[in-house]
């Protein structure tokens, strides 16, 4: 399986997305003409593993690149600004919230990998979280880059920008109401709703969330073509992960790598053995622990509540490759069954940052699953 996480400096060099290939010429060409310019604050916004940060991160390889007149296609990679970037070390480049490098891949799954290598996946994990935050005093520190003035553009990148909190984002704010010459801000969100209206009328918009199915049909194809057996991944199961991703290419690709999608029908089974009480919660528990982490588990059983609620809607099911309504003919749920297998799953979330061990939060869940 390969790595949803690139290298820290192919994001800004990787090839761009298909579908992003109309909103880059429009852009890079607005930028080459003389008289004409980028608007002082974007926003790249929308739902995770659209390419958004890709989309961002590329363009701002470019936007500093010293020989962009000549490489219209993206940042020409051994410049001195590109040298700086491959580094980590750009003067024109100011990121936050500051970690030790952006994050790459436009996914939470991205992060989720990412802090998975750490020795201690939940203090990286709650730290990761609290590291997002954006405070007053780290846009009060950028005013200095922001106000220098000089020559050559600079950039500011403000990742996770809904992490802003009120007073950072009312001091952002003014630096929106005044554009300094050659200053661009970047603000990238996954849930935009949570912005302050005054916040988001003061930037413009990238058209980033569009994507044709036959575009989004076609990449998830081709990448996991190059990384699973092609056979084992026909049109028709490409189509299902598209659709469980929400139309979101690089949420499928990484659904699709991720452990546990292939253990549905075994999460399925494992469910019906427990409710027929042909087996133990401890032995399941016991069994799960040798297959996923927790947090893979929970995700699993997420999708599958996901569709289970579908079908006893009278719904289809989005998942076409196990059988879930001859698994759920006679199965009539109360809601509240739905709801409180939810909120079991959230409190094991919780329960997991605060550093309750997995065996235990596994037992309970299984426990809690028998009575689905
Ligand atoms: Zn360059």
Redesign the pocket.
Known sequence: MISPVPLSDSIYFAPLLPWQNELWSQLTKRVLMPQQSLPHALLAAGMQGMGKRAFVWRLV?WL?????VN?PLG?????E??QWLRSGTHPSLQVLPIISMPVSADNAYAKEAASSTAKDKKSAKAASNAALKIKVDDIRALQPFIYQGGQGMRICVLDYAEQMTIAAANALLKTLEEPQAQVHLFLISDTPAQLLPTIKSRVQQLALQTIEPTVSIDYVTQVLGSTVNREAVGTSAIEQLIQLANGAPLAAVSLAQAPWYGKRALWLTTWQALRSGKRSSIAASDYWQTQLSISEFIQLSELMLVDMRRVCLGLDALQKDIDLSASLSNYKPAESSFEAFINSLQQTKIALQQNVQEKFAYDKLMQELAYL
């Open positions: 390889a500093l690149c010293r020989e962009r490489h940042a020409c990679g051994t410049c600004s590109c």
